[in-house]
């Protein structure tokens, strides 16, 4: 068969210790590899991160905004083909046929306008709060969504919660539409493959405002499109290599959200307008959660149960961590102190 163009959208950042695995997850894929164009966006590596892109052939463009959400922005803008495929420098392909298997549920039903990968896989070594990380994101996105991302229970937890239209050996097809709060999955990681070329066509402003296109969720619900999530299909992801650098991302998403710039625009508080009026008043009862104590110690004890990983044990630090960055960072902003706003986990 003539196989379409897919254009896989890497954002970087001092990317070295990661992005090689990406890489070399791309170069076994079971698809001609004359049809993957990657596309790296750097927002100003001082390592070996675009010299390891320009030995794998990569083509390699300048994010002068050191922003992750406008690094993805000049991939919707800059790539080729039919599809986009957005992951991130520290993810990695689990499956050798994964963007094959993902391409071809796409071409087979022309209302599947996004392959969702099976969820995140993390690797046995290094740091242990990955899983943590990789299930749930941070301790305020499982305080008001409580959907885990790991690869055991991800597609699981969406079969039994969502309408499923049919699935077959490779993927389970959803309908969306009908609910009125639908779940939280974000597009623009996790090996997610997305028919630009559908993109184009129907939303404009994905293509003109730097933010809109980490919400194409609530987009493509709106046009009843459906999504496919693959089945063994896992992303294997290490987001921290040490606590402090998970409490840095944290910070991160924090000020952004705060402060209101196009990455928290493309966060939560961009978000807010798409979801329910209640998701707004839920994320205030965040504060008596941890304040209370024990909602999020009892938490805290079932997760480590039900995981079986004594790591989980660290969400109600995570938790209290997270409720002092925000009113220490609403303090800043109420008292007009400026505070440094950058990407990349800074």
Avoid at 46 to 53: G, H, M, R, V, W
């Amino acid at each position: 068969m003539k196989y379409p163009q897919v254009s896989i959208i890497i954002a970087t950042f001092n990317s070295q210790k990661t992005l090689p695995k990406a890489l070399e997850s791309i170069k076994i894929q079971n698809y001609p590899q004359d049809k993957i164009e990657i596309l790296i966006i750097d927002g100003g590596s001082k390592d070996e991160t675009l010299k390891i892109a320009n030995k794998c052939g990569c083509r390699i463009l300048k994010n002068l905004k050191v922003d992750q959400v406008y690094a993805k922005h000049l991939g919707w803008l800059n790539s080729g083909g039919k599809y986009v495929l957005f992951l991130d420098s520290d993810e990695a392909l689990g499956n050798k046929n994964s963007i094959r298997n993902k391409v071809l549920t796409a071409l087979n039903d022309k209302r599947v306008k996004v392959v969702i990968s099976s969820g995140y896989g993390s690797s046995n070594t290094g740091f242990q709060l990955n899983s943590y990380i990789n299930e749930f994101g941070d301790p305020f996105s499982f305080f008001m969504y409580r959907i885990s991302k790991d690869e055991k229970f991800f597609l699981k937890e969406l079969v039994r919660k969502n309408d499923v239209i049919y699935e077959n050996s490779k993927a389970v097809v959803f309908d969306f539409s009908g609910e009125v709060d639908p779940p939280f999955i974000e597009l623009t990681s996790m090996g997610v493959l997305i028919d630009r070329e559908y993109i184009k066509s129907n939303f404009t402003e994905v293509f003109e405002s730097i933010s809109v296109h980490t919400h194409l969720f609530y987009l493509l619900h709106s046009k009843k499109c459906l999504f496919a999530v693959m089945k063994h299909d896992p992303i294997i992801h290490r987001p921290a290599y040490s606590l402090s650098s998970y409490l840095k991302k944290i910070n991160s998403r924090i000020k952004n959200n705060i402060y209101g710039t196009s990455m928290g625009y493309a966060g939560f508080t961009g978000r807010e307008k798409y979801q329910q009026f209640w998701h707004g008043i839920k994320k205030f009862l965040f504060i008596p959660y941890n304040l209370l104590v024990f909602p999020v110690l009892a938490d805290c004890l079932l997760l480590s149960i039900r995981k079986r990983k004594p790591v989980y044990l660290m969400h109600i630090v995570l938790s209290f961590y997270t409720l002092f960055a925000i009113v220490f960072y609403y303090l800043l902003k109420a008292f007009r102190v400026k505070v440094k706003l950058a990407g990349y986990g800074t």
